[in-house]
């Protein structure tokens, strides 16, 4: 290795000039910027996610404190508990508790068995359409997650090879020459990550929410479908 270039390495940053991050982004090629651009899109994306189903997952998790307390409370009836959840749009039991009462007010049959059945049916239905709509735009955050380190590998490998090809032309090992380059790339490699860390983290943090959630409507369901028929035989 050439002496300039061990001398320039044993030198502290300050010693060779400081580059910062918005000026190696405005002086990498257009490939770079145009992954640097993607990344940071994504990124933002994710927090736009991040923060629409924190707010999600918050008042639902205080509606669906306020049906369990109603529905324990001794002697409240169903149609009760029916008016109370006609406000609620974020607890999957307001949901439940909708499309299972209006339809067991609707059904004529005599036979309670049936309408137990045909009800259970339609909660199911309707659980499976919450758990949708729980898990929408969680895709966005996997992808984000698995794809970002990719992308910026991509910027990476672009500026390591921008940086071979300058040293071609021009002839010279010096370090200034070969430093703006790997600095790119590092730039991009590190915009991947903060892109992609977050978008995992995020999206185990909200399946495994999803799934509590999934599991609660189940248990709720059970319970409704009991004070349903207790209702019928009263």
């Known amino acids: 290795m050439p002496a300039n270039i061990l001398v320039a390495l044993g ?15 405005l002086s990498a ?10 990344l940071i899109g994504m990124s933002v994306a994710t927090w736009g996610i991040i923060f629409l189903k924190s707010q999600t997952f918050r008042r639902a998790a205080l ?17 009760d508990l029916r008016d109370m959840v006609d406000d609620f749009r974020d ?17 004529r049959t005599p036979s309670t068995a049936d309408r137990v059945r045909m009800v259970s049916n339609a909660i199911e239905r309707t659980s499976r359409q919450e758990v ?12 984000t997650g698995s794809a970002a380190p990719f992308i910026g590998l991509f910027g990476t490998v672009w500026g390591i090879m921008n940086t071979f090809a300058a040293l071609g032309s021009s002839g010279s090992t010096s370090l200034s020459v070969v430093a703006p380059g790997i600095a790119e790339a590092l730039v ?13 983290m ?3 943090h909200y399946v495994q929410r999803v799934r509590i959630a999934s599991s609660d409507m189940e248990v709720f369901a ?6 349903l028929e207790q209702s019928a035989s009263n």
């Open 11 to 25: 030198q502290p940053v300050a010693a060779r000039g400081n580059i910062s991050i918005i000026e190696l982004i």
């Open 29 to 38: 090629s257009a490939a770079v910027q145009l992954v640097l651009l993607l």
């Open 63 to 79: 509606e669906s404190q306020d049906i369990r307390h109603e529905m324990s409370q001794e002697g409240a009836s169903l149609a």
């Open 91 to 107: 607890a999957p039991e307001a949901e439940l508790i909708r499309d299972g009462f209006d339809l067991w007010t609707r059904l």
């Open 132 to 143: 949708i709509r729980l898990e929408r735009h969680l895709t966005l955050l996997a992808t």
């Open 188 to 200: 991009a490699t590190a915009v991947g990550l903060v892109a992609a860390i977050p978008a995992v």
């Open 202 to 204: 995020a999206y185990n």
């Open 222 to 227: 059970s319970e409704f479908i009991d004070r």
